[in-house]
């Protein structure tokens, strides 16, 4: 039975992971370790925990011991590494944390991973490694920078971020790529353009604009809103990786993408046509109007409009564009999305409309403050 590792498991795209992977494999062992920061939420995982073949930890990535003790204790083949300080907006106002967590964090994992899976060295002084073992690092298209109007992001394209975030994330590319090349780590980088869908904690536009259409509050769009991200349905993104730690090629680096670019703009638009026609559909998901006081099914709707777009300060250094191409990992493993954007959108928004007793649990510590010093000066 093959045992996994997944860093940050308890948050966005990690806990998806974890879902998808018990529902593939029936004979898995996983073991999540995060430190559930206000990122991660262990409500994320409530069904999951009671699964035998789960076993979750609370720790940091960045704590020696912590992870020593992991590799001693559980026999990991597989490493999959999402923890990390994700939030662009947040890293230009702490930056520190995010090297902390995202570098040093990525290289105290490899280090253990290098301890506890070499078995010897070759006749060059290069270690060698237990079979089948390896180390997936979760990467972003960040780390290429922004386009322009035309072009794509190949595994080719220069290194070029901009943000404290993307920063902070190529550097940990670099020292994954590092340890393959010094010594011969079995390593595969993944770098993935925007993820949506269930479980997105809302500070990231999909599921803020979501959550604050559903409290009639005003949708903030940075700038003029002509910023254009290359939107993945999440369980795409789980898809690919799966491929990657089990076709993947040691050492490579993958791009994932599906060719779905929007302007952020029109994905406020998107949003506002989904859930006032989900809610005209189905009067029983009034109840996550927050302002609604009767919740009644024969009340307007026609608040539910673009009236509510408000332009704001724009983000410092505002990437413009990203687009993935994503033609080496389909030519090579044949991964293609499978969820269209005008399917996956809906699914979305469905499901948080009905799970709002999860945007309460997950918002009820320090969102609100957040929120007000994020979006109060803007
Ligand atoms: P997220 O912020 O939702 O989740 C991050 C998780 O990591 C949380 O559960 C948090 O508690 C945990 N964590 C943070 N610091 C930790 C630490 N020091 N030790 C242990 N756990 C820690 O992020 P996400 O959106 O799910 O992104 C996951 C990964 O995927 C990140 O590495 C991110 O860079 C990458 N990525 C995200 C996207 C996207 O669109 N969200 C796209 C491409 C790549
Ligand atoms: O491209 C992959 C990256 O996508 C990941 O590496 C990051 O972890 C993830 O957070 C995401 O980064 P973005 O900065 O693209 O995502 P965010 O949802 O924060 O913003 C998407 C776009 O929407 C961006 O152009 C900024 C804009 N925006 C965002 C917020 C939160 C707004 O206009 N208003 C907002 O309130």
């Given at each position: 039975m093959k045992l996994y590792l997944i860093t940050g498991g308890a948050g966005f795209i990690g806990s998806n992971f974890v879902?998808?992977?018990?529902?593939?494999?029936?004979?898995?062992?996983?073991?999540?370790?995060?430190?559930?920061?206000?990122?991660?939420?262990?409500?994320?995982?409530?069904?999951?925990?009671?699964d035998q073949r789960l076993t979750f930890v609370?720790?940091?990535?960045?704590?020696?011991?912590?992870?020593?003790?992991?590799?001693?204790?559980?026999?990991?083949?597989?490493?999959?590494?999402f923890a990390a300080e994700s939030h662009v907006d947040r890293s230009i106002e702490n930056p520190q944390l995010f090297l902390q967590t995202n570098i040093l964090g990525t290289q105290n994992l490899l280090e253990s991973a290098?301890?506890?899976?070499?078995?010897?060295?070759?006749?060059?002084?290069?270690?060698?490694?237990?079979?089948?073992?390896?180390?997936?690092?979760?990467?972003?298209?960040e780390v290429y920078?922004?386009?322009?109007?035309?072009?794509?992001?190949?595994?080719?394209?220069?290194?070029?971020?901009?943000s404290p975030y993307s920063a902070s994330k190529t550097a940990a590319d670099l020292i994954v790529a590092a340890y393959h090349e010094t010594y011969k780590m079995p390593v595969n980088i993944t770098r993935c353009s925007n993820n949506y869908g269930p479980y997105h904690f809302p500070e990231?536009?999909?599921?803020?604009?979501i959550k604050n259409?559903?409290?009639?509050?005003?949708?903030?769009?940075?700038?003029?809103?002509?910023?254009?991200?290359?939107?993945?349905?999440?369980?795409?993104?789980?898809?690919?990786?799966?491929?990657?730690?089990?076709?993947?090629?040691?050492?490579e680096v993958y791009n994932i993408g599906g060719h779905n670019e929007k302007q952020n703009i029109e994905i406020v638009r998107i949003i506002l046509k989904t859930i006032r026609q989900l809610l005209e559909e189905n009067p029983e998901y009034r109840t996550a109007l927050k302002n609604d006081?009767?919740?009644?099914?024969?009340?307007?709707?026609?608040?539910?409009?673009?009236s509510?777009?408000?332009?704001?300060?724009?983000?410092?250094?505002?990437?413009?564009?990203?687009?993935?191409d994503p033609t080496k990992i389909t030519d090579e493993l044949g991964w293609a999305p499978e969820t269209k954007f005008e399917d996956g959108i809906v699914k979305t928004v469905r499901w948080y409309l009905e799970n709002q007793d999860w945007v309460q649990k997950v918002t009820s510590g320090d969102y609100q403050k957040y929120y007000e010093e994020m979006y109060g000066k803007k």
């Open positions: 879902k998808y992977m018990l529902e593939k494999y029936e004979t898995i062992q996983i073991v999540v370790l995060d430190d559930l920061t206000y990122a991660g939420n262990l409500n994320t995982l409530k069904a999951e925990l009671n609370k720790g940091n990535i960045c704590d020696q011991q912590t992870v020593n003790s992991l590799f001693q204790d559980y026999l990991i083949e597989y490493v999959v590494n290098k301890k506890a899976w070499t078995t010897g060295k070759d006749e060059k002084g290069y270690p060698t490694y237990r079979k089948g073992v390896k180390f997936l690092q979760v990467s972003t298209d920078g922004s386009l322009g109007e035309s072009g794509y992001f190949t595994e080719k394209t220069p290194l070029d971020p901009r990231k536009l999909i599921p803020l604009i259409i559903l409290e009639r509050k005003s949708l903030p769009v940075y700038g003029n809103g002509t910023n254009v991200r290359d939107w993945l349905y999440v369980t795409d993104h789980c898809k690919a990786i799966d491929l990657v730690l089990h076709q993947g090629k040691t050492g006081p009767k919740n009644s099914g024969n009340k307007s709707l026609d608040w539910i409009n673009e509510l777009i408000t332009y704001v300060k724009d983000r410092l250094g505002h990437d413009q564009r990203y687009a993935i």
